[in-house]
């Protein structure tokens, strides 16, 4: 696993065929999967010339020892990631009550 950091140019984030995300200059993919050990689910397409930077975990663990700054920053791109998710979820949540609340209501008229 792998963490990837846009430093200049974009990435599309794609998913079955279908655009998630558009990532920009700082944006990182794979935050979760670095963490995780795993493998991610998404694939990456440049939309333009683009450089990336590519911290697999060992040289992240030996990256960050001893510099506050930037492990401060790889938190902050992780919360990003966590907090987008969780809204995700809450949309979905809300979208499937919507969906429950019209089913019952037809199923009872």
Do not use: P
Request: net charge positive; proline share 0%.
């Amino acid at each position: 696993a792998a963490l990837y950091i846009v430093a200049e140019g974009s990435v599309g984030v794609v998913r079955e065929g279908a655009l998630q995300r558009k990532l920009g200059a700082s944006d990182s993919m794979g935050n979760t999967a670095l963490l995780l050990d795993h493998q991610w689910q998404y694939t990456a397409v440049a939309l333009e010339d683009t450089w990336l930077l590519c911290l697999v975990r060992e040289g992240l663990t030996d990256l960050l020892r001893g510099r506050r700054e930037l492990a401060s920053q790889i938190i902050r791109g992780l919360y990003k990631t966590l907090r987008r998710r969780m809204r995700l979820v809450e949309e979905l949540g809300a979208m499937e009550q919507q969906s429950v609340a019209r089913h019952l209501s037809v199923s009872f008229s």
